[in-house]
């Protein structure tokens, strides 16, 4: 068990009772298929001096009878700590509680962890997930970064993402990046594409607006733009990137509550030369893409070098080999061309001996450094890569570690990288804590040149080493990690600390470090007033995380403790000190409610009413639409020409599917419609009615594409297959194909841009025997339908009609028409009549044609019974 699933139990099972949507003892109808719809997926982000809290809120529909299994997950940063998580479940809240846990995680070991969980839905019931987690942003490269991961998995009607940040210090280089993925290409310029297309919908697409210290961030893409990155609902991660001014000296201090956090990021300090032992995995497992891209990345960091620094290149399999023996040498172009070569030759064979690796490249540097020709002032380090665990020599971790401290001594620290998914990676972890070096894992599917290159950039400008800092004796107490080996440009050191003296009118604090020249020394007196700095850094924020965000410096302390009980836990060499730091850590984690290597989530319910919530039908204004069939079908044809509107009824039978619209072999567009049948009212002539449950549009260009639409749902299955509901406003829009759904009211299908239908949506909230729920079709736009287009709407496109005189007495027979229709040399016997339409908001006069529209219709109304909903026939003829 580890921290990416984590343990969601429900206390009511253990007692007898039983989890939501299922009956104890009993399974559960829970059907695979029938997947719960996302009604509103909504992120939001408050960044208070770099602290970070994020609350997700995520509401879930089970639209069927039966029972449905609802996954809930997300992507949080590996240094994030879940903080909260509540279920609402069929009218009852499940609220989180942490636990200690008998037995600690695994450490996390990726960017990204999964937070996961599954329940049972009732049918026809929702289920609300709220998830918060908090982070302390880390400084790297000169910028800070905050990863939002979007990956509902389906495209979501309500999808938005609100980020703000706020800070003491005024904001600088604010940016938004595209959407990024490791498993995913090509959304970056999707985004782009999408950015510098529609640029004047701010409120659709990324806005940033930067006044000094406050900063608003919004991303709310539609179903549209959702699909346009990505029909499955995998968008990817949105990324801001930010720095804040700073001032050259001390840092920034803020006091809230009782705590304080201090800042440090000095700039403007001459570079501190560095002496790095590069040690390299050339094993067999590194063949093909893996060595390609560390050679890349070892090129350019060749050019990186600057001539004060030291280096030598070792590497590793079977057999150890060193570039330069018993030497670092200057980085001089005449040797960074020979340690080309070196890589450049490196062929990978053998196995994996990491123990006798690391021990050369100590060896190696340990000897440099007790040269007396070598300078004072620098820093040392080992950069060591490896995509495997140990084969070859000593392969137990133990051992390996005892043997690397006492290789190190504490003179030079150890930098780890791994590579792939077959790396000890813990191996890696403790071997960098334990050496006060950093480590990093790259995935089997990134791009390892490029993260090798963005590691060797954070830690290749040392600017000061030795770095100690203090505070008024007496007056703190508690404080997290004060003493840093090294200080690398662009990053930053975070120090908190709670206050023991909390009447003293100041915090004395005092740096010292050394650089490439001197020993510096750097101090200042924070005044703690109760309106110090930090009092007012949460103003502008919404109320959505409460009293949590205005407490931020004491979970800042509360966060860095954490991480830093856990680091020590891992440094811990007996059990004994082991077991104090493993309790430290733990009563810091319930304290803060966070969920961690080393607690669990357990889920306790408490009943509380909820209502249901209310979809309300968006309103429809009606154009004039010239052919339209609603209703029982009633077929309406107004020719605006002739200044004349006809009408007839259709009387199928139930399950017939009608050609409404057959222009396939030129336009590339058919639509169908079937039919379902119901009870006659009482007193009417009719046996039955019957009403459109399903219109079908076949778009034949550039691809073969279907659109099925019912009262509840619309279906796209084209190259992908998408499903959206009718209740809930939503639109897709593709290159030559746009489908939008007006919640509760219609749906247009539009093709090409001079090609248009719209399904109106007729459900009933308490039918009779004689109500179906049903659809009315209209042609809004036919500009692109040809000439040929036929059907039983169709064939009127390009037709015009006109009155003639009544026949003599009796040449009628007994039909007794008010009228007579010239329709392509044919007399149709119409009368007067009145027909509502727009489901029964608008009334319209027309002549109506008896009999299934004989003669007026070309052919038989049978002629126009089609065998399957998506079948396109035969243009020739009906």
């Avoid at 990204?112 to 026809?124: A, D, K, N, Q, Y």
């Avoid at 910028?143 to 993402?161: C, D, G, K």
């Avoid at 600057?306 to 070792?314: E, G, L, Q, V």
Wanted: aromatic content about 8%; glycine content about 8%; overall charge positive.
């Amino acid at each position: 068990e580890c921290l990416a699933f984590p343990a969601l139990k429900f206390p009511s099972a253990r007692r007898g009772r039983r989890p939501p949507g299922q009956e104890w003892g009993q399974r559960s109808e829970v059907s695979g298929k029938n997947k719960p719809h996302i009604q509103e997926l909504s992120i939001k982000t408050s960044v208070i001096s770099r602290y970070a809290f994020t609350a997700v809120f995520c509401s879930m529909l089970n639209r069927h009878s039966a029972a449905a299994e609802a996954v809930f997950q997300i992507q949080i940063p590996a240094a994030a700590y879940v903080s909260n998580f509540t279920m609402i479940i069929g009218g009852r809240v499940y609220q989180s509680e942490v636990r200690p846990k008998e037995k600690a995680a695994k450490p996390r070991n990726g960017k990204v962890e999964l937070f996961r969980t599954t329940v049972s839905i009732p049918g026809r019931n929702q289920a609300v997930f709220l998830l918060m987690y908090e982070e302390l942003l880390q400084r790297r490269l000169g910028s800070y970064e905050l990863v939002t991961s979007l990956r509902p998995l389906q495209l979501v009607s309500r999808l938005s993402l609100d980020v703000t940040i706020v800070d003491h210090a005024p904001i600088v280089d604010l940016e938004v990046l595209p959407l990024r993925s490791e498993k995913i290409t090509g959304l970056s310029s999707t985004l782009n594409h999408i950015r510098s297309r529609d640029a004047n919908e701010q409120t659709q697409f990324p806005s940033v607006n930067n006044p000094e210290t406050l900063a608003p961030v919004t991303f709310s893409p539609n179903i549209v733009q959702q699909a346009q990155i990505s029909t499955s609902g995998v968008l990817g991660d949105f990324v801001i990137r930010y720095d804040v001014q700073r001032d050259t000296g001390i840092g920034d201090i803020q006091v809230l509550n009782g705590h304080f956090v201090h800042y440090f990021a000095p700039k403007d300090l001459p570079v501190v030369p560095k002496n790095v032992v590069f040690v390299i995995d050339s094993s067999a497992s590194m063949l093909g893409k893996k060595m390609r891209q560390t050679k890349d990345a070892l090129f350019t960091i060749l050019r990186d070098l600057r001539p004060a620094d030291h280096f030598n290149f070792i590497s590793f399999s079977n057999r150890i080999k060193v570039w330069q023996p018993n030497a670092l040498v200057p980085a001089t172009p005449l040797n960074v061309r020979d340690a080309k070569k070196f890589i450049y030759t490196l062929i990978p064979n053998g196995g994996t001996n990491i123990d006798g690796a690391i021990q050369t490249g100590s060896a190696l540097l340990r000897d440099y450094l007790s040269d007396p020709n070598t300078g004072t002032n620098s820093v040392s380090l080992i950069i060591f890569l490896t995509d495997g665990r140990p084969t070859i020599g000593e392969t137990q971790s133990a051992s390996i570690l005892g043997n690397t401290r006492s290789a190190v001594q504490e003179k030079f620290c150890i930098f780890t990288i791994g590579i792939g998914n077959d790396v000890d990676y813990r191996l890696l972890e403790r071997m960098a804590l334990e050496n006060c070096g950093m480590t990093r894992r790259i995935s089997e599917e990134a791009d390892a040149s490029a993260m090798l290159k963005g590691f060797y950039n954070e830690i290749g400008t040392p600017l000061l080493s030795d770095i100690r800092v203090n505070y008024t004796q007496n007056s703190v107490g508690y404080v997290t990690q004060s003493l840093f080996t090294n200080y690398f440009n662009g990053s930053e050191i975070v120090v908190a600390g709670k206050l023991t003296d909390r009447s003293a009118e100041s915090l004395h604090v005092q740096v010292t470090a050394s650089n490439n020249e001197r020993l510096i020394t750097m101090e200042t007196d924070v005044p703690l007033r109760p309106k110090a700095v930090g009092s007012g850094v949460t103003q502008g924020l919404g109320s959505s995380l409460g009293s949590v965000a205005a407490d931020f410096v004491r979970r800042v302390w509360g966060f860095l403790s954490v991480k830093e009980g856990l680091r020590a836990r891992l440094r811990s060499r007996s059990s004994r000190e082991r077991e104090e730091q493993t309790q430290q850590a733990t009563n810091l984690s319930l304290t803060f409610h966070f969920l961690t290597p080393l607690t669990h989530m357990v889920l306790d319910h408490r009943a509380v009413s909820l209502t249901e919530p209310v979809i309300q039908p968006v309103s429809f204004d009606q154009p004039g639409f010239p052919l339209k069939t609603d209703g029982d079908p009633h077929f309406v044809v107004e020719f605006p020409l002739s200044k004349l509107t006809v009408c007839f009824n259709i009387n199928g039978e139930p399950g017939d599917v009608l050609r409404l619209v057959s222009d396939h072999q030129y336009s590339g567009v058919t639509v169908n419609g079937r039919l379902i049948g119901a009870p006659a009212p009482p007193g009417s002539h009719k046996k039955q009615r019957t009403y459109f449950s399903s219109v079908a549009v076949v778009m034949d260009r550039p691809r073969r594409t279907y659109i099925e639409v019912t009262p509840t749902k619309v279906i796209l299955d084209g190259r992908d297959r998408i499903v959206l509901p009718c209740h809930a406003t939503a639109a897709v829009e593709g290159d030559r194909l746009s489908v939008a759904v007006v919640g509760g009211a219609n749906v247009t299908v539009t093709v090409g841009g001079n090609i248009s239908f719209v399904i109106l949506l007729h459900r009933y909230k308490s039918p009779s025997l004689y109500q179906r729920d049903h659809l009315g079709f209209y042609i809004g736009n036919s500009a692109g339908l040809s000439p040929r287009c036929h059907g039983l709407l169709g064939q009127f496109l390009h037709e015009e009609v006109g009155v003639a005189p009544l026949p003599a007495p009796g040449d009628a027979g007994d039909l007794n028409p008010s009228a007579f229709l010239k329709v392509k040399e044919r007399s149709v016997p119409v009368v007067r009549k009145s027909r509502r339409i727009y489901d029964g908001k608008q009334n319209v006069d027309c002549w109506f044609a008896r009999n299934n529209a004989e003669k007026l219709i070309d052919g038989r109304y049978e002629d126009y019974v089609t065998a399957q909903l998506f079948d396109t026939g035969n243009t020739n003829n009906a």
